[in-house]
């Protein structure tokens, strides 16, 4: 997709996801300047010269545990003062953890919660006064939730918890900007299968997987336009209403 605006200056929370640094080759092409955040040195350096050498501007790393919530307005400054501005805020960390566990470990079940929910509150809150203030209307925070939280289901009930406060935490938001004059843009992916690390203890295959390039594409064109919810790929905005709308006495005895 061809962009008429000047390169966008992004703020990546969660750098080395699969998904995220497939979109930020996408976003370098266009000239895309970069902060990469994440918790391996060499990886995000590794990264850094990558996006370089396919036309990015400038790239720089931030080494973070993202449940350093304490850091959130600092690294939000420190990205503004090494773009000299910030447009664009990408969060797309987050772990899968292990249901099972979760159901008798209480340690679990708060790690789960604490990646993909509370501390994204903290970061996502951040953001939005960031961009806000730099970016006005030519701002975009896009996170990355997941078809998990449109309707409980027993394999993974404690992720997909998480992701829906995050859907609901940026729909709320999304409607926040839209009674703003000058305000940013939320847009909140909402993603199905894709082949990544996270999803490696997965049997995979089949027409419902996604490659993270494919999501990449779908991010790209989020951030011109759309949202605030944006199914990826699309086909997953009918098959959750289809499994929204099941009845329970029906979706108890499906094993999803
Ligand atoms: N893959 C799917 O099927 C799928 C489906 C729905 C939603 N999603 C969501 O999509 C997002 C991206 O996932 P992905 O599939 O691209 O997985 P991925 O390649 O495994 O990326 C997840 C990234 O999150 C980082 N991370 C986790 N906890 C962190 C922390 N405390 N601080 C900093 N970084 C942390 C990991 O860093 P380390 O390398 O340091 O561990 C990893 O780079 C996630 O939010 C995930 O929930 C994925």
């Not at 010269?49 to 720089?60: E, F, I, P, Q």
């Not at 829906?164 to 900007?177: C, D, E, F, P």
């Not at 027409?207 to 999501?215: E, F, G, S, V, Y």
Request: with cysteine; hydrophobic share 50%.
């Amino acid at each position: 997709m061809t962009e008429t605006r000047s390169p966008r200056k992004v703020l990546i929370l969660g750098a080395l996801s699969a998904m995220a640094a497939a979109t930020a080759r996408r976003l370098a092409a266009q000239g895309a300047e970069f902060v990469l955040t994440g918790r391996k040195a060499d990886a995000l350096e590794r990264e850094a010269n990558d996006l370089k050498a396919r036309g990015a501007g400038s790239v720089s790393i931030q080494v973070i545990d993202l449940l350093e919530t304490s850091r959130c307005d600092a690294v939000m400054d420190l990205a503004v003062e090494a773009m000299g501005g910030l447009d664009t805020v990408l969060v797309f960390y987050g772990i899968l953890g292990d249901q099972a566990q979760a159901e008798t470990d209480p340690q679990e079940a708060e790690r789960i919660i604490a990646v993909n929910y509370s501390s994204a509150v903290h970061w996502v809150m951040a953001a939005a006064r960031a961009l806000e203030a730099h970016a006005g209307s030519s701002g975009v925070l896009l996170t990355a939730s997941s078809v998990a939280g449109d309707r409980g289901r027993r394999s993974n009930f404690v992720y997909g918890s998480a992701k829906a406060g995050l859907s609901v935490l940026m729909q709320g938001l999304a409607h926040k900007w839209a009674a703003q004059d000058n305000a940013p843009r939320a847009v909140n992916l909402k993603l199905g299968f894709v082949d990544t690390p996270m999803t490696d203890g997965i049997e995979k295959g089949g027409p419902l997987w996604a490659k993270p390039d494919d999501i990449a594409a779908i991010a790209e064109r989020a951030l011109v336009k759309g949202g605030p919810n944006v199914y990826a790929p699309w086909f997953w905005r009918f098959i959750m209403l289809a499994i929204r709308v099941t009845p329970f006495f029906v979706f108890n005895k499906v094993n999803l």
